[in-house]
């Protein structure tokens, strides 16, 4: 449920800002009869047709991820049927999405937009500053390769353990990453000294994702996000600047995506001095 609270949090954020109220909800006929491959038709709750008009923008109510955020732009609408095409891109629509499916009437922001604002904030603009220290992670050593494959969020890796003996014994290892595909699915790859074939134990230092369940990193993602759906990302002095320069005035809009700039900012940097406080990341390569 992670990713789907943080989409839900950068939405609140979003029109909590005061520059907009939130969209109107049209509803999808149960079954909603799509036919077609672009434009596609597809039938509304009985009623909701009298409510869009040709020109209005749907999209997706509660998408998991780019993969179903659906944002169609309304061609003509007859009685509850309406021709839509794809706006902007995004994924195809499928009876499997649309059936009763509940859509937002001209948003101020997509879901689809929200959706890769949180992937990019996610790929772009928190590590190496947040990061997670994981102690999940497992393997069993390949004896005749030596090698063994880990996932692509593995940034670092602090200790590999075997139980020998009914005691925890390090073992050498030597993390190799941007592996070319044909040698390791990830791109990650470990070496391995290991005493024998037993179970090895991995404290590792990843890259976080969209399932993180710390509350803190997940209302950082959102900050961060809110910004970038808006059209920021900038830095707010250097955008304050500008505007000095040019005499002109900082428009609404634009004091509040700098001000959730500005909060994701310092809320990731609060977030990283607590991690550089309370954990000890080292690095032992024994290659």
């Known amino acids: ?15 909590g800002t005061g520059l907009g109220e939130k969209p109107a909800i049209r509803r999808v006929a149960a079954t909603s009869n799509l036919v077609g491959t672009n434009p596609w038709t597809l039938d509304l709750l009985a009623g909701e047709g009298a409510s869009v008009q040709a020109g209005d923008v749907l999209s997706t109510l509660g998408s998991s991820d780019t993969s179903d955020a659906l944002r169609l732009y309304v061609l003509s609408v007859s009685s509850d049927t309406v021709t839509v095409t794809k706006f902007q891109g995004g994924p195809d ?11 937002e009437q001209n948003p101020l922001v997509t879901e689809l937009t929200i959706q890769r604002s949180i992937d990019t904030i996610i790929a772009s603009y928190l590590y190496p500053q947040v990061f997670q220290v994981l102690t999940t992670r497992t393997a069993t050593p390949n004896l005749s390769t030596g090698q063994t494959e880990l996932p692509s969020t593995v940034r670092e890796i602090v200790s590999a353990k075997q139980k020998i003996s009914g005691a925890a014994v ?29 179970t090895v134990y991995f404290t590792t230092v990843e890259e976080v994702d969209a399932s993180t369940s ?14 970038l759906a808006l059209g920021g990302g900038q830095t707010p002095a250097a955008v304050e600047t500008s505007k000095k320069d040019t005499g ?40």
């Open 248 to 287: 002109e005035r900082v428009d609404p809009l634009q004091r509040a995506v700098d001000n959730l700039w500005r909060n994701f900012i310092t809320t990731r940097n609060a977030i990283a001095e607590a991690l550089s406080r309370d954990t000890l990341r080292l690095v032992v390569d024994r290659g």
């Open 93 to 103: 629509p499928s009876a499997s999405t649309l059936d009763g499916a509940l859509l």
């Open 1 to 15: 449920m992670a990713r789907s609270d943080i989409r839900d949090a950068t939405k609140e954020l979003i029109y």
């Open 214 to 227: 710390d509350v803190a990193i997940q209302h950082c993602i959102a900050l961060g996000a809110a910004a």
């Open 170 to 198: 390090d073992i050498g290892f030597r993390l190799v990453r941007n592996v070319p595909s044909t040698l390791s699915s990830t791109g990650v790859l470990v070496e391995l000294w290991p005493a024998d074939s037993s």
